[in-house]
């Protein structure tokens, strides 16, 4: 069956690093756009980082750009998320999701929290 397992979230201080990883299995991971979502108390899940299937392009919200990488290794199902420069207000569940013309799939989120 399929599964989107998202790991590495915790609490870490302003200024500090994290490494999200998300692994799926039960598809064709190399033919899905990966994507990362976060959802902040109160607020709307917004779309935080997309990489294509083959990796080449990937695009990020303005208010991640310069801090934050998404990348993904095919041959291990996996893609990831370096946050750098982490922020307060980057505190959130950040969610993996593979989509592709047909399916979409979700993980069940790991959290952030960005505090001193």
């Known amino acids: 069956q399929v599964q989107v397992v998202e790991s590495g979230g915790g609490l870490v201080r302003p200024g500090g690093s994290l490494r999200l990883s998300c692994a799926a299995s039960g598809f064709t991971f190399s033919s899905y756009v990966m994507n990362w979502y976060r959802q902040a108390p109160g607020k709307e899940r917004e779309l935080v980082a997309t990489?294509?299937?083959?990796?080449?392009?990937?695009n990020y919200v303005d208010s991640v750009k310069g801090r934050f990488t998404i990348s993904r290794d095919n041959a291990k199902n996996t893609v990831y998320l370096q946050m750098n420069s982490l922020k307060p207000e980057d505190t959130a569940v950040y969610y993996c999701?593979?989509?592709?013309?047909?399916?979409?799939?979700w993980g069940q989120g790991t959290q952030v929290t960005v505090s001193s």
């Open positions: 990489i294509t299937s083959t990796g080449g392009s990937t």
């Open positions: 999701n593979a989509r592709s013309r047909l399916f979409a799939w």
